[in-house]
């Protein structure tokens, strides 16, 4: 089993569609919980970022985090063309090291 | 606003060179790190750095790989002799202490070709 399993997509949605980005984890030590955007041959963008369980909202977006489930989401909403790219969930522990541990990544198209 | 910086954007290297690549990480951020991702897939650790000696490494980061924070600035990714499949995006990252520090902050990579 992954540790990180992020549903594969891709995605394609109409301009102003809610999307919903899902990953599920098996490590019960990841503490933070992150969401990136990246763009084709691009270096990864920071989104979004929790720690712990609960809800964080930024503009149109909404992370989700449910550590008794181990699933975290991303809800993106009023989906605008500029919002096409590659969404990449990322976790890791409170450790030293902090290294993250990224899922598959889904690839998300907002059509005009 | 600061960010982490890469050189260069593109190498291509012949098989069996060594490559060196480099990251300028956010000033102050204390935690270091370099991840690759191969065309189509995943990204992957390879090694973390911090207090000036590596944190943890991946199975993928071999006797080939080295890093180095040669001084207060920059911090180094060397491949010893190249292999085909070390063809990749690598993608150095920075990360802080606490707080919302502690979220890693990606450079835009290095595209690595190896023929």
């Known amino acids: 089993q992954k540790e990180v399993e992020q549903d594969p997509g891709p995605l394609s949605v109409p301009e102003g569609a809610i999307v919903s980005l899902n990953c599920t984890y098996s490590?019960?030590?990841?503490?933070?919980f992150m969401w990136y955007r990246q763009y084709s041959r691009k270096g990864p963008e920071l989104l979004m970022y929790?720690?712990?369980?609960g809800n964080k909202e930024d503009g149109r977006f909404t992370a989700q985090v449910d550590k008794s489930s181990k699933y975290i989401s991303l809800f993106i909403r009023d989906s605008q063309p500029s919002d096409s790219a590659t969404y990449l969930c990322?976790?890791?522990?409170?450790?030293?090291?902090?290294?993250?541990?990224f899922g598959d990544g889904t690839t998300l198209t907002v059509k005009p | 606003e600061p960010e982490v910086t890469q050189t260069p954007s593109h190498q291509v290297t012949q098989m069996g060179q060594e490559v060196i690549l480099r990251c300028v990480p956010i000033?102050?951020?204390?935690?270091f790190y370099w991840y690759r991702q191969i065309l189509g897939q995943k990204v992957e650790f390879l090694v973390s750095?911090?207090?000036?000696?590596?944190?943890?490494k991946s199975e993928i980061f071999d006797d080939q790989f080295s890093v180095e924070r040669p001084d207060g600035s920059n911090f180094t990714l060397k491949i010893r002799s190249t292999k085909l499949e070390d063809s990749a995006m690598y993608f150095c990252?920075?990360?802080?202490?606490?707080?919302?520090?502690?979220?890693?902050?990606f450079g835009p990579g290095t595209r690595l070709l190896v023929l």
């Open positions: 990252a920075s990360r802080g202490g606490q707080g919302v520090r502690e979220t890693q902050y």
């Open positions: 490590n019960s030590a990841f503490q933070y």
């Open positions: 929790t720690y712990s369980s």
């Open positions: 990322a976790m890791r522990a409170n450790t030293n090291a902090g290294k993250s541990t």
């Open positions: 000033s102050n951020h204390l935690y």
């Open positions: 750095f911090y207090n000036n000696e590596i944190s943890e």
